[in-house]
Every structure is written in C-alpha cells, then in structure tokens.
Antibody, heavy 118, light 107 residues
Framework: QVQLVESGGGVVQPGRSLRLSCTASTNTFGSHGMHWVRQAPGKGLEWVALIWYDGSDKYYIDSVKGRFTISRDNSKNTLYLQMNSLRVEDSAVYYC???????????WGRGTTVTVSS | AIQMTQSPSSLSASVGDRVTITCRASQGIRNNLGWYQQKPGKAPNLLIYAASSLQSGVPSRFSGSGSGTDFALTISSLQPEDFATYYCLQDYSFPWTFGQGTKVEIK
C-alpha cells in the first residue's frame, strides 16, 4: 500500500517562505503525476498544483502562480512545494496526492498545516 | 477556469436512505470527473473516477453517473460510516476545480 507523508508545515509571517515535502513509500513514485491540494480552515478543497511524472510540465492555480513552485526528486521519491511571498490566505492544510492517470487522485497524504500570521 | 456547482450544500438523511448529490460544470468536461469523500480531520478519499467507475475497495452502494456538464453521486442505502462531506473534482482542464462540497448529516 503506497503511503504519502507530508512535512514542512508551520507558522510563518506574511511575506516569508516555506518548503513543503511529500515523501512516498514506493519506488513507483516516478511513474505518476503528483498534486498539491489545500484546505483552508473550515473551507472546501482547493486544487493548487500538478507536476508531471518526470517533472517536464507543471500547472498552478492562478492565485499561487509566480509565488509557489512545485518540483520533485524521483531519486528520493519526494515531491516539493516551495512557497514564497506567503499570504494570510495561503493558510491551510496542504495535502499531496498521487494522480493515477485517468483514474483520479487515488492516494493522499495526511496533510501538513501552514499558518501564515503576523 | 471551469466552475463546478455542487448541490445541495448540505443534507440530512437517515440510515438506509437513498441519497443523490449533483455537480454541474460550467462547460462540458466529458467524463473527467471524480467524487471524493472527506471525514473530519482526515484526507479525502477517492470514491468514483471517470464519472462512473468505482474505485477499488469502495462499497458498491456508491455509484456515479453523468457526462458533459451534469453529474451525480448516489448512495443507494446510507450507512453510518457514510456521514461525511463529499466533493466533485473536474480533471478535464487546468486549473482543476472542486465543487464546494456537500455535507451529509444524520437526521
């Protein structure tokens, strides 16, 4: 059973940076696209970013373009989300999720909490 | 961005009830839609992919239907463990977008 474990969350001031990591328990990590999805406190789910299985293509929600960068290191089975110029509205639980082709987001991590506050 | 309008936003139902949640896309998305269940404090869980395909391990009381702009998730006989929030997600075009969620509560 594939497991994803996020880390790197914490409390940070507006304008500062944070890097999230998501480590997979499987060597098939490099075969799948990976996503970040977030959920603000008491709110619904919001898709944030996707990276292709080989890192060749990336997509972002408009509100994070130019501030967040998704990347991956397949040799380490690890996905990253570099978050710069953080805003209060970026406060959320951030989940990483595996995209199994046309079969949806089939494996999710437990999430890591980011709080942006002065 | 494609807007996903989910309804109702919440509903109260009893164990054994048949429950249907709908999701409407602001433009056609073929069958590129999934349904996810989320319980409080937990990560979402994939129920249905490609609009109507049941994810492995998900009980058969869950079913999905629809194509184009109109979709539905049906729970044929609600069980105690089904009380949760349900979300649709379109994966047809970027940015992917979720519906706003439907909270299913105990009547």
């Amino acid at each position: 059973q594939v497991q994803l474990v996020e880390s790197g969350g914490g409390v940070v001031q507006p304008g500062r940076s944070l890097r999230l990591s998501c480590t997979a328990s499987t060597n098939t990590f490099g075969s799948h696209g990976m996503h970040w999805v977030r959920q603000a406190p008491g709110k619904g789910l919001e898709w944030v970013a996707l990276i292709w299985y080989d890192g060749s293509d990336k997509y972002y929600i408009d509100s994070v373009k130019g501030r967040f960068t998704i990347s991956r290191d397949n040799s380490k089975n690890t996905l990253y989300l570099q978050m710069n110029s953080l805003r209060v509205e970026d406060s959320a639980v951030y989940y990483c999720a595996r995209y199994y082709g046309g079969y949806g987001l089939d494996v999710w991590g437990r999430g890591t909490t980011v709080t942006v506050s002065s | 961005a494609i807007q996903m309008t989910q309804s109702p936003s919440s509903l109260s139902a009893s164990v054994g009830d048949r429950v249907t949640i709908t999701c409407r896309a602001s433009q056609g998305i073929r069958n590129n839609l999934g349904w996810y269940q989320q319980k409080p404090g937990k990560a979402p869980n994939l129920l249905i992919y490609a609009a109507s395909s049941l994810q492995s391990g998900v009980p058969s009381r869950f079913s999905g239907s629809g194509s184009g702009t109109d979709f539905a998730l049906t729970i044929s006989s609600l069980q105690p463990e089904d009380f949760a929030t349900y979300y649709c997600l379109q994966d047809y075009s970027f940015p992917w977008t979720f519906g706003q969620g439907t909270k299913v509560e105990i009547k």
